[in-house]
């Protein structure tokens, strides 16, 4: 059975646990040897780069990915779901205020 993360609630089974995952493309390793959990009640955000893999962290719980090692365990009836971040009228003036320049 995995460790809890640090700093995770001890005796409460997370609904989502992540240990020693790995993902590269290529020769270049974007993720090594992550661990985390997510707790019932959690929120959590990220920031990054483009190109600093948080997409990829998002899809390999969601299982939308693979990671190269590691493993992903779920709690019993936990569907996770990503959702895409397009905005509706996609496209450069998405975010355009209609009747400016």
């Known amino acids: 059975m995995p460790q809890p993360a640090p700093g995770a ?6 609904l989502l646990q992540a240990r020693g995952i790995a993902k590269s493309f290529g020769s270049r390793s974007i993720l090594a040897g992550l ?5 019932p009640g959690a929120r959590g955000g990220m920031i990054g ?3 600093g893999a948080k997409s990829t962290l ?3 719980p969601a299982g939308l990915g693979d990671a190269h090692r590691g493993e ?3 709690r019993r009836g936990v569907r996770p779901v990503l959702l895409r971040r397009q905005l509706e009228g996609a496209g ?10």
Do not use: K, Y
């Open 9 to 14: 609630s001890v005796g409460v089974m997370a």
């Open 35 to 39: 661990d985390f959990d997510v707790e």
């Open 49 to 51: 780069p483009n190109g």
């Open 58 to 60: 998002l899809r390999i």
């Open 72 to 74: 992903v365990r779920r």
């Open 92 to 101: 450069s003036h998405a975010l355009q205020n209609r009747g400016e320049p």
